[in-house]
T-cell receptor, first 111, second 117 residues
Framework: QQPVQSPQAVILREGEDAVINCSSS?????VHWYRQKHGEAPVFLMI?????EQKGHDKISASFNEKKQQSSLYLTASQLSYSGTYFC????????????FGKGTLLTVNP | NAGVTQTPKFRVLKTGQSMTLLCAQD?????MYWYRQDPGMGLRLIHY???????AKGEVPDGYNVSRLKKQNFLLGLESAAPSQTSVYFC????????????????FGQGTRLTVV
């Protein structure tokens, strides 16, 4: 079962912040975040393995609330290069290795 | 290192034809995955493998078969192509971590754009 992402799309001006959410109806073992530019393959951003864990990658960070089965990706002071589709992936429901993805969030950063 | 390589990159099939998509990785990864990507649907898991000689069904396995005879290769077969299988197909690989074999960073191939007419 695919994790559920929200919002479906976000439009920002350069320098603004955004939050992308990911939730699952099944117990999550891990949450992955990827970014895909148009016409390219998805690229790994980060993985979160523990409840409440936070990680950062440049000005992009994420949190994972294992009890709530939710993760959020935080993009601060967005740059033009942040534009793309963001996918959350999860291993859940008794499988540590079956990796399923949400439908994605299209992020557009304008000058 | 090449990483994950998919062959072919583009293909046009007629309805009813069969074909095989090849995914090859040179990172010695245990786990391999096949996804299809359609507009508004995200990445949907077709089949996956946790090691040589093993395969398992994902979310949308109907109409596809897979084989993992060698650790570095994961083949996706379309037995009788249908227009509904027009899509971009991505292969990915990753390695297990920890005692529970948790999957880690997934590396994706560049995709195969398949059109069935």
């Amino acid at each position: 079962q695919q994790p559920v992402q929200s919002p479906q799309a976000v439009i920002l001006r350069e320098g603004e912040d955004a939050v992308i959410n990911c939730s699952s109806s099944k117990a999550l073992y891990s949450v992955h975040w990827y970014r895909q530019k148009h016409g390219e393959a998805p690229v790994f951003l980060m993985i979160l393995l523990k409840g409440g864990e936070q990680k950062g990658h440049d000005k992009i960070s994420a949190s994972f609330n294992e009890k709530k089965q939710q993760s959020s990706l935080y993009l601060t002071a967005s740059q033009l290069s942040y534009s793309g589709t963001y996918f959350c992936g999860s291993s859940s429901g008794g499988s540590n290795y079956k990796l399923t993805f949400g439908k994605g969030t299209l992020l557009t950063v304008n000058p | 290192n090449a990483g994950v390589t998919q062959t072919p990159k583009f293909r046009v099939l007629k309805t009813g034809q069969s074909m095989t998509l090849l995914c090859a990785q040179d990172m010695n990864h245990e786990y391999m995955y096949w996804y299809r990507q359609d507009p508004g649907m995200g990445l949907r898991l077709i089949h996956y493998s946790v090691g040589e000689g093993t395969t398992a069904k994902g979310e949308v396995p109907d109409g596809y078969n897979v084989s993992r005879l060698k650790k570095q290769n994961f083949l996706l077969g379309l037995e009788s192509a249908a227009p509904s299988q027009t899509s971009v197909y991505f292969c990915a690989s990753s390695y297990p971590s920890g005692a529970l074999g948790m999957n880690t960073e997934a590396f994706f191939g560049q995709g195969t754009r398949l059109t069935v007419v």
